[in-house]
C-alpha cells in the first residue's frame, strides 16, 4: 500500500473513531487506540508494518516534550524539585519493589522478576500528558504531581538502557568510554543549545520568512532528540531540554504554535500505532494471565500512588484517586526495553511478547480507569495550598499585540500599577531592541490562532491590538473576535475608516491616532486665545462627544462620500453653535 492510501486509511479511522469515544467521555486517547486495533494486522489488516509506524510516530511524544520544556523555566524546574526527586523516585522505587515481589511470587527468578519490575514501574508520558491535557487538568495537583513522576522516569530510562546490557551477555564491563561520550554529548547539547539556539533562530525569524522559521523549530526538536539518541539516550531527554533552553526566549509562543499541529497529528499516529500492535491472537488464547497481569500491574501502580500522594500531602483523597488512575498503566519506553532485556536474554521471547501485551492493554483501559476514577472520587474537596502550587504558572490577563511606541506606553503604565502582561511583535529586530532594554517581549505572529493561544489568549480578558499596519490589524482583530469571543479588544486606529473597519469586525474598544495629543494642543492653543482653563477644557470635551457621536453615526455610511460629507457638515453646524452658547456663558 503507498503511503498516500495509507494516510488515508490512518485519517478516516480516526476520524471515525475518535468523535465516538469522546462523545462516551473516554477522551480521543482511547478512540485512536481503537482505530489502531481496528486497521491493525490483528483487525481488518488494512496496515501490516507497526514497527515502521510506531518509530516515526514517536517523534509526537518527542514534540510533545518540547513543548511541555517551553513551558517550565529553570526557576519553576527548581519549585518542582522536590516533587522531582521526592515523589517521582519514591513512587519509581517502590512500585518497582512491589511488581517484582509479584512476578517472583508468580514463579520469576530473581533477576528476571527485577527487570519486570523496573521497567514496570514505568508509565506512559504520551497517554497521561495528552489525556490531563484534554481534561484541562495538567495544572491541578495531580495533573502537576503526575508531570513530576513522568519527568523522573524519563531520566530513569537512561540508567535503565545502559543497565541492561550489563547485567545480559554483552560483558559485565561498564563501557567507560562510551559513558564518557554520553555525557560529553549531554553537556554539549546543554552549553551549545544555551549560546547557539537563540541566534540560530534570531536569522530565521529575522528572513521574515514563516515557513523558515518553522522548519528551524523542527531542525531544533528532531536535531536535540537524535543527538540524544546518538549518545545512548531517550529521545524525549534532548527534546525536553531543548525546550527548557528556550523556555525564557523571545521565541517561545511561536516555537509552540509551530510545533504543535506537529505535535497533535503525530502523537494520534502514535497512538493508532500502539492500537495497532495489540496481539489480539495472545490475549484470546490466553485472556485469564494477560487479563491477571494487567490487573495486577494496574492495581500495584495505583496503591502505590495513592499511599505515596497523601504520604507526601500534595494531594487530597479525590485528586490522588486520578493520579492513581491516570498513572496505573505501563510506558511506551516498555517496549524499547523488554525487547533489549530479551535480545541480552534476560527475559525468555515468550514472557517479553505476554508483558507487552499487557502493557499495551493497560494503555488501552486508562481511559476507562480515568473515567471510574472521576466518578468514585466525586465532588472535589478543597486541595491543600503548598509550596508546589506557587510556581508561577499560568497565562497573563493582558495580552498587547505589536510592541513599538504605542503598545510600549501602554506597557509602561501597566507596570506602572505592577499588572503582567505577554507582549508579541512579529519584528524579529524590534523584539531583540525592546529586550535589551529591559522589557518582555515575545516574538509571534498574532494572526495565527495557534501562536495566540501558545501566548494564552484563552485565559486573558483584555488584548490591546497596537499595531500601525492597519490590515494587519483588522485580520488580528477578527480572527480574536472568532476564535477568543471572551476577550474585550482594545485596538489602535490609525484613522477614521480604519476605525469604522475596526467596528465591522468587532472591535470593543478603538482609540484613534493622534486625536488626543490633537485635542491637548488645541486646549493650549485656546488658554493662549484667552480663554480660563475650565472653559477651554469644556469646550475640548465637547468636541470629543461630538467626534464620538459623530464617528458612530458615519459608520453606517462610511462606504458612501456623500452621506459622509453631509453628516459631517450637519455635526460641524451644531457642534459650531453648541461650543459659540456655551463661550458666550
Request: hydrophobic content about 55%; charged content about 15%; glycine content about 8%.
Amino acid at each position: 500500500m503507498s503511503l498516500l492510501a495509507e494516510s488515508l486509511v490512518y485519517l478516516s479511522a480516526a476520524l471515525v473513531c475518535v468523535p465516538i469515544s469522546r462523545w462516551l467521555g473516554f477522551g480521543s486517547v482511547l478512540g485512536y487506540l481503537a482505530a489502531g486495533i481496528v486497521i491493525g494486522p490483528f483487525g481488518l489488516e488494512l496496515i501490516s508494518d507497526v514497527e515502521h509506524i510506531l518509530h516515526f510516530a514517536e517523534l509526537g511524544v518527542v514534540f510533545l516534550l518540547f513543548v511541555i520544556g517551553l513551558e517550565l523555566q529553570p526557576s519553576r524546574l527548581w519549585v518542582l524539585r522536590r516533587m522531582v526527586f521526592g515523589l517521582g523516585a519514591s513512587q519509581f522505587v517502590v512500585t518497582a519493589i512491589v511488581i517484582a515481589a509479584l512476578a517472583w511470587l508468580a514463579g520469576m527468578a530473581p533477576l528476571t522478576a527485577a527487570i519486570i519490575g523496573l521497567v514496570l514501574a514505568l508509565s506512559s508520558t504520551a497517554f497521561v500528558l495528552q489525556m490531563l491535557a484534554e481534561k484541562k487538568e495538567l495544572l491541578s495537583s495531580h495533573g502537576r504531581a503526575a508531570f513530576s513522576i513522568l519527568l523522573f522516569q524519563d531520566l530513569v530510562v537512561i540508567p535503565l538502557i545502559a543497565l541492561l546490557p550489563l547485567l545480559g551477555g554483552s560483558g559485565g564491563h561498564v563501557d567507560l568510554i562510551g559513558l564518557a561520550t554520553s555525557i560529553a554529548i549531554l553537556a554539549g547539547l546543554v552549553v551549545g543549545g544555551r549560546y547557539l539556539l537563540r541566534p540560530v533562530l534570531k536569522v530565521a525569524a529575522g528572513s521574515g520568512i514563516p515557513e523558515l522559521f518553522t522548519a528551524t523549530a523542527l531542525l531544533v526538536v528532531i536535531g536535540a532528540a537524535l543527538l540524544m539518541e546518538f549518545a545512548g539516550m531517550s529521545m524525549v531527554l534532548g527534546a525536553f531540554i531543548a525546550g527548557i533552553l528556550l523556555a525564557d526566549s523571545e521565541y517561545r509562543h511561536q516555537l509552540e504554535g509551530d510545533i504543535a499541529p506537529f505535535k497533535g497529528l503525530l502523537l494520534g499516529l502514535f497512538f493508532i500505532a500502539v492500537g495497532m500492535s495489540v496481539n489480539l491472537a495472545t490475549l484470546i488464547d490466553r485472556p485469564l494471565q494477560i487479563l491477571a497481569m494487567v490487573v495486577a500491574l494496574m492495581a500495584a501502580k495505583a496503591l502505590v500512588l495513592i499511599a505515596l500522594a497523601r504520604a507526601f500531602g500534595i494531594c487530597n483523597r479525590q485528586h490522588s484517586y486520578r493520579l492513581a488512575a491516570a498513572m496505573s498503566q505501563g510506558g511506551e519506553f516498555a517496549f524499547v526495553l523488554f525487547a533489549l532485556a530479551t535480545r541480552e536474554g534476560l527475559l525468555s521471547a515468550a514472557v517479553s511478547d505476554e508483558l507487552t501485551l499487557a502493557v499495551t492493554v493497560s494503555m488501552l483501559l486508562t481511559p476507562v480507569f480515568y473515567l471510574a476514577a472521576e466518578l468514585f472520587a466525586g465532588r472535589d474537596e478543597v486541595e491543600p495550598t503548598i509550596a508546589y502550587d506557587d510556581m508561577g504558572a499560568g497565562h497573563n490577563d493582558i495580552l498587547i499585540v505589536g510592541f513599538g511606541r504605542v503598545g510600549q506606553i501602554v506597557g509602561r503604565v501597566l507596570q506602572s500599577i505592577g499588572q503582567r502582561f505577554t507582549a508579541l511583535d512579529s519584528d524579529a529586530t524590534q523584539v531583540d531592541l525592546v529586550r535589551r532594554y529591559g522589557n518582555k517581549v515575545f516574538f509571534g505572529d498574532a494572526s495565527r490562532v495557534d501562536v495566540l493561544r501558545a501566548a494564552g489568549a484563552e485565559h486573558a480578558k483584555i488584548v490591546v491590538i497596537a499595531l500601525s499596519d492597519m490590515q494587519r490589524s483588522l485580520d488580528i482583530a477578527a480572527t480574536l473576535k472568532r476564535n477568543f469571543p471572551q476577550l474585550t479588544i482594545v485596538a489602535r486606529a490609525r484613522n477614521r475608516r480604519h476605525a469604522h473597519k475596526l467596528m465591522d469586525v468587532g472591535a470593543d474598544h478603538i482609540v484613534r491616532d493622534t486625536l488626543l495629543s490633537s485635542v491637548a494642543m488645541s486646549e493650549v492653543v485656546l488658554g493662549r486665545l484667552g480663554l480660563d482653563e475650565e472653559a477651554a477644557t469644556r469646550v475640548t470635551e465637547a468636541f470629543l462627544r461630538h467626534d464620538e457621536k459623530l464617528l458612530v453615526e458615519q459608520h453606517a455610511a462610511y462606504d458612501s462620500e456623500e452621506k459622509l460629507i453631509q453628516s459631517a457638515k450637519e455635526t460641524a453646524r451644531e457642534l459650531e453653535a453648541l461650543l459659540r452658547d456655551d463661550i458666550n456663558r
